[in-house]
């Protein structure tokens, strides 16, 4: 089933909606897949609507926000695994926010249902060259990182 839906565009049901989508990420054309949470008769909650459109609006100065938080968690991660110390070719030490985007490729936006307590609620789904089985996941509140970790963050 197809919907063409006011702020989405037009949406592709399968067990959600979703449509590919093309965006600027930190200069480069990115291709991901744009996933909106919903039922099948395809009404979506005015929440998740603000929540993208606040996303797209302040997009620009949000993802260079986005780089800190990730390169914490990888340097935590890395760490966890003891590669700090021994070399583990898949875990590289990758110091500058240069370096981490070399390792990282944005594949997804999510939109999930709205929960009234949390505010404007958005997660980002990553591809990363250390853990291409897991990736990485952002979650984002009122268009701040409050959670990074593996993909399933972010679904």
Request: with cysteine.
């Amino acid at each position: 089933m197809t919907i063409n839906d006011s702020v989405f565009g037009e949406l592709e049901y399968e067990y959600g909606w979703a449509k590919n989508n093309t965006v600027h990420f930190l200069g480069k054309k990115t291709e991901i897949d744009l996933m909106i949470d919903g039922e099948e008769d395809g009404n979506f909650d005015d929440e998740q609507y603000i929540a993208y459109q606040s996303l797209m609006q302040n997009w620009n100065e949000l993802q260079l926000s986005l780089l800190q938080p990730i390169l914490d968690y990888y340097h935590q991660k890395r760490y966890e695994l003891g590669y700090n110390i021994e070399f583990n070719e898949e875990y590289p030490l990758i110091e500058t926010k240069e370096q981490l985007l070399e390792n990282i490729t944005l594949s997804g936006i999510v939109v999930p249902y709205a929960d009234i307590n949390e505010g404007r609620d958005i997660r980002l789904i990553f591809d990363c060259t250390w853990d291409e089985e897991n990736g990485l996941g952002v979650r984002l509140i009122n268009e701040k990182v409050t959670e990074v970790g593996y993909q399933d963050v972010a679904i």
